[in-house]
């Protein structure tokens, strides 16, 4: 009966097994485990900027993981890890008496390790009869699959851990601040408290709990295991719970920079580049090596504040945040300063230095007083503005603020100094011309005010700095820059009625070389020879550089009414700054995955010998096979004309720099937006400034005057670092002398402030003399104004001697040639 009965049981038990185990899911699928890792994004220095998670969860290989930690976890959840087959018979034997026993009062677990692992990635949580049978069946058949050290590895980096941390090294970072090798024993032991009930056992919300389960069960299992000597044990038991939040370490995210406009495009970018449906970027545990220099996008953001902030102040009106905290939460100190942590305000400006969010907490007639955030309320500074302080904008402190106001001050010396967020906008970008790398970008006055990035994704007119690619159109179909457009009225019948585009100065100045017309930034001009070089000339031109990806071919887009981004703006610029050569932008060097394979790399230049030992004096050859989008001359040419715009044209007030600089600025129609982009040999950058909802920024609103200075201010930064140099001329480019407001051929080697020596192709002998109109009509009687103040102008010849240029030319010399 006994033999019948063992064997009946066997059969039992065998019967139950075989049908549960037909159609369990395969687990040949953990060898392709995958877990959803945090994706990082460093800067050029190696430093973490910015992380994006699913689950906060960092892949550590088993081997990388210390053995203290392991050890901990072993000694909480399954001290026989190491020797039995998947499950623990005695274990389960255990906890089945303990609940017989109990009458059902007490039931434990009696799962291993293994066990978990499949239960969480393999099974459902139910906690049934049929699931533990599968877990089981899983388990034994896993173990002989897979070594004890790959089943940990996939344990220890799936667990949740509590604070939204998934994984040993996520929840070291998180509960102390460390990495693994760093953890002593008491803390890896806190860690392993947390797999029964990872939100049970907070350090602080419940801290006896926590202390109990690691000091009475996971430190002394340690130590019966033999994990710890005796006097590990000791020290591990005095240990007094140490940890981020309870305030003892600063909290790791405290040590990274705010998100900004820089890390939130890469998410954007490299999210849309390896498309969102196959690969969330946000839990593929990418490692991404952005462009960004820290020193320069700090510096970009402070020029692009300080310019908004200038021309808000300017208007001289105060709004405030918006923000209001009701009265009865300002009756205690305790109660205002909750509500104003929980007020939905920007904390990321540092302009003059920090900004602190406030709340007005009385509004007396010479000043306000108030209560700020992270400041206490017996500062020596007294928490007062002044009303001295507020006459920058009109109207008196009972007109403009209430109890309860919610703003933003920065210290002085001795006080505190009203700040407000502009609400005038705009975006800053800069990259590195031969490479793409973009080294900063700005898009808007606070990230966390808006996170809007008006660099990539507002899309704005470009006005007058669209032109040089009319030109450049023209330079590449024969023009020079000396060749005569007529600056005069224009006329053209459009189906909105009779459009007459005007110069900024409302005036007309007749025949007028190239070069003058793009330093001035003469529209009638410009309109002019967009009609004669071809709309669609100029159209496939735009469209080439990436300015547009289709452009309306109507002459109003010669100005630039069409719509573009700054990043599409600046990374064109670039071409014209290198040669001519196509660079695409870019804000990341390389991305590799959570195995440290590269999946992308922007720079595919070839370096032939970076393999190779170089002698002194040698350095390697990389080629580039990069697409020429332009004639390296007309590039030249352009980059000359360029730089009149700085020397003397409409950006000589604002642009000083120490090396040569070319550019041009924009403003379009009733000044809705005004523009800057310039470059020097190495660096292209780029400002616009302009209210969200379009409207004037004002009578004298200017490119050069408002996003001038932006560029000024970061460009004096970035040569420091990146130099400068002379803008490289092409082989063979030979130089003629011109006067620059005629056109006219001068004796080689003449010298004199109207004396520019303008590249010309090789082996083409420029024709002087003819005059380009577009084919509009011109009326005999056009007033003509002269651009210098004498009718004639004094030139030293190639021999050294002084002689007396005539008066500018009349149409009719220029229509015969005859100019001298």
């Given at each position: 009966?006994l033999?019948?009965?063992?064997?009946?049981m066997?059969?039992v038990v065998g019967?139950?097994f075989?049908m549960?185990?037909?159609?369990l899911?395969?687990?040949e699928?953990l060898s392709?485990?995958t877990?959803k890792t945090?994706?990082?994004?460093y800067?050029?220095?190696?430093?973490?900027i910015d992380e994006?998670a699913?689950e906060?969860?960092?892949f550590?290989?088993?081997e990388?993981?210390p053995d203290?930690?392991k050890?901990a976890?072993?000694?909480?959840?399954?001290?026989?890890?190491y020797?039995h087959?998947?499950f623990?018979?005695?274990?389960i034997a255990?906890?089945a008496?303990?609940?017989?026993?109990t009458?059902?009062?007490?039931?434990r677990?009696?799962?291993t390790i293994?066990?978990q692992?499949?239960?969480?990635?393999?099974?459902?949580?139910?906690r049934?009869?049929?699931?533990?049978?599968k877990e089981?069946?899983?388990?034994?058949?896993i173990d002989?699959?897979?070594s004890?050290?790959q089943?940990?590895?996939l344990?220890?980096?799936e667990?949740?851990?509590?604070v939204?941390?998934?994984?040993v090294?996520a929840?070291a970072l998180s509960?102390?601040n460390k990495?693994?090798d760093?953890?002593?024993?008491?803390?890896?032991a806190?860690l392993?408290v947390?797999?029964k009930?990872?939100?049970?056992?907070?350090?602080?919300?419940?801290?006896e709990a926590a202390l109990?389960r690691?000091n009475n069960?996971v430190?002394?299992?340690?130590f019966?295991?033999?994990?710890?000597?005796?006097e590990?044990?000791?020290?591990a038991?005095?240990d007094p719970?140490?940890?981020?939040?309870?305030?003892?370490?600063?909290?790791?995210?405290?040590?990274?920079?705010?998100?900004?406009?820089?890390s939130?495009e890469?998410?954007r970018?490299l999210?849309r580049q390896f498309?969102?449906d196959d690969?969330d970027?946000?839990?593929?545990?990418y490692?991404?090596r952005?462009?960004v220099?820290?020193?320069?996008?700090?510096?970009?953001a402070?020029?692009?504040?300080t310019?908004l902030e200038?021309?808000?102040?300017g208007?001289?009106?105060?709004?405030?945040?918006?923000e209001?905290?009701a009265?009865e939460?300002?009756?205690?100190?305790?109660?205002?300063?909750e509500a104003l942590?929980?007020?939905d305000?920007?904390r990321?400006i540092?302009?003059?230095?920090r900004?602190?969010?406030?709340?007005?907490l009385?509004?007396?007639?010479?000043?306000?007083?108030?209560?700020i955030?992270?400041?206490?309320?017996?500062d020596?500074r007294?928490?007062?503005?002044?009303r001295s302080?507020?006459?920058?904008f009109?109207g008196?402190?009972?007109?403009?603020?209430?109890?309860?106001?919610?703003?933003h001050?920065?210290?002085?010396d001795e006080?505190?100094?009203?700040r407000?967020?502009p609400?005038?906008q705009?975006?800053f970008?800069a990259?590195d011309?031969?490479?793409?790398?973009?080294?900063?970008m700005?898009?808007?006055?606070?990230f966390?005010?808006?996170s809007?990035n008006r660099?990539t994704?507002a899309?704005?007119?470009?006005?007058?700095s669209?032109k040089?690619f009319?030109?450049a159109?023209?330079l590449?179909?024969?023009?020079?820059?000396?060749t005569?457009?007529v600056?005069?009225?224009i006329?053209?019948n459009t189906?909105q009625g009779v459009?007459?585009?005007q110069n900024?100065s409302?005036?007309?100045?007749?025949p007028?070389?190239?070069r003058?017309g793009?330093e001035?930034s003469?529209n009638l001009?410009?309109?002019?020879?967009?009609?004669?070089?071809?709309m669609?000339v100029?159209?496939?031109?735009a469209?080439q550089?990436?300015?547009?990806d289709?452009m309306?071919?109507?002459?109003a887009t010669s100005l630039?009414s069409?719509?573009?981004?700054?990043?599409q703006?600046?990374?064109?610029?670039a071409?014209f700054?290198n040669?001519g050569?196509?660079?695409e932008?870019?804000l990341?060097?390389?991305v590799?995955d959570?195995?440290?394979n590269t999946?992308?790399?922007?720079?595919?230049?070839?370096?032939?010998?970076c393999?190779a030992?170089?002698?002194?004096?040698?350095?390697p050859?990389?080629?580039?096979?990069r697409e020429?989008?332009m004639?390296?001359v007309?590039?030249?040419?352009?980059?000359?004309m360029?730089?009149?715009v700085?020397q003397?044209?409409?950006?000589s007030g604002?642009?000083?720099?120490p090396v040569p600089?070319?550019?041009?600025?924009?403003?379009t129609?009733?000044?809705?937006?005004?523009?800057?982009v310039g470059?020097?040999?190495?660096?292209?950058a780029g400002?616009?400034?302009g209210f969200d909802t379009?409207?004037?920024?004002g009578?004298?609103a200017?490119g050069?005057?408002?996003c001038?200075?932006v560029?000024q201010?970061f460009?004096?930064?970035?040569i420091?670092?990146?130099?400068g140099?002379?803008f490289?001329?092409?082989e063979g480019?030979q130089?003629?002398?011109?006067?620059?407001?005629?056109?006219a051929?001068?004796p080689?080697?003449?010298?004199?402030?109207?004396?520019?020596a303008?590249?010309?192709?090789p082996?083409?002998?420029?024709?002087?003399g003819?005059?380009?109109d577009?084919?509009?009509a011109m009326?005999?009687d056009?007033?003509?104004?002269?651009?210098v103040?004498?009718q004639?102008r004094?030139v030293?010849?190639?021999?050294?001697?002084t002689a007396?240029v005539?008066?500018k030319?009349?149409?009719?010399?220029?229509s015969?040639?005859?100019?001298?």
């Open positions: 009966m033999t019948l009965g063992i064997a009946m066997a059969l019967a139950v075989y549960y185990g037909r159609d899911p395969s687990y699928v392709q485990y877990p945090i994706s990082r994004i800067n050029q220095e190696g430093q973490i994006y699913v906060r969860r960092l550590t290989p088993a990388e993981i203290i930690v050890q976890f072993i000694s909480a959840e399954d001290k026989n890890f020797t087959a998947g623990d018979p005695r274990g255990a906890a008496y303990e609940a017989v026993a009458r059902g009062d007490t039931v677990g009696a799962s293994t066990q692992v499949m239960k969480n990635f393999l099974l459902d949580g139910g049934t009869a049929e699931r533990k049978i089981i069946i899983l388990a034994a058949r002989g699959a897979m004890k050290e089943i940990l590895e344990y220890l980096n667990i949740d851990l509590g939204r941390s998934f994984g090294t929840a509960y102390f990495p693994l760093e953890l002593t024993p008491a803390e890896a806190f392993a947390h797999p009930a990872p939100y049970s056992y907070h350090p602080v919300d419940d801290r109990d690691r069960l430190l002394r299992e340690m019966e295991n033999g994990y710890l000597t005796e590990e044990y000791e020290t038991l005095a719970l140490r940890t981020v939040q309870n305030g003892d370490f600063p909290s790791f995210q405290s040590e990274r920079p705010d998100r900004d406009y820089f939130s890469v998410r970018q999210t498309g969102e690969v970027f946000s839990a593929s545990g490692s991404i952005a462009t220099d820290p020193d320069l996008q700090q510096q970009a402070l020029s692009l504040q310019a200038r021309y808000d102040r208007v001289g009106a105060w709004r405030g945040t918006g209001n905290i009265a939460a300002l009756a205690t100190e305790e109660s205002w300063r942590a929980n007020t305000v920007a990321d540092e302009l003059g230095g900004w602190y969010p406030a709340v007005v009385g509004v007396e007639d010479q000043q306000l007083r108030l209560g955030e992270d400041i206490a309320s017996d020596v007294g928490n007062v503005v002044p302080d507020t006459s920058w009109s008196n402190l009972f007109d403009n603020f209430e109890v309860g106001d919610v703003i001050v920065s210290k002085l006080g505190w100094t009203l407000q967020v609400e005038v705009g975006g970008m990259m011309v031969n490479t793409g790398r973009v080294l900063a700005q898009g808007g006055f606070s966390q005010h808006s809007f660099a994704q899309r704005r007119q470009p006005g007058s669209f040089p009319v030109y159109a023209a590449d179909s024969g023009y020079s820059p000396a005569i457009v600056d005069a009225p006329e053209i189906p459009w007459r585009p900024a409302n005036q007309f100045y007749g007028t070389p190239l003058t793009i001035q003469r001009m410009t309109v002019r020879l967009a009609q004669e070089v071809g669609d100029i159209a496939s031109y469209e550089f990436g300015v547009y289709r309306n071919q109507v002459l630039g069409d719509e573009t981004t700054l990043y703006m600046v990374a064109s610029y071409m700054a040669g050569e196509r660079v932008p870019t990341v060097d390389r590799q959570r195995y440290g999946i992308f790399r922007h720079d595919q230049r070839t370096c032939w010998d393999d030992p170089l002698a002194e004096g040698q350095a050859r990389i080629t580039s096979n020429r989008v004639n390296e007309t590039a030249f040419q352009l980059t000359s360029m730089q009149g700085v003397r044209g409409t950006a604002a642009i000083n720099l600089i070319a550019g041009k600025t924009g403003t129609n009733d000044a809705k937006d005004v523009w800057f470059f020097s040999s190495n660096i292209v400002c616009y400034i379009p409207r004037s920024l009578r004298g200017s050069g005057g408002i001038g200075p560029f201010s460009m004096s930064e970035a420091e670092t990146y130099g140099g002379a490289r001329a092409p480019c130089f003629i002398s011109i006067d620059r407001f005629t056109g051929r001068l080689d080697g003449t010298q004199g402030e109207n004396v520019v303008e590249c010309f192709r082996g083409e002998e420029p024709i002087f003819i005059m380009f577009g084919g509009f009326g005999a056009l007033p003509l104004f002269d651009e103040a004498s004639a004094q030293t010849t190639s021999t050294g001697e007396t005539g008066p030319a009349s149409f009719g010399s220029l015969s040639g005859g100019l001298y």
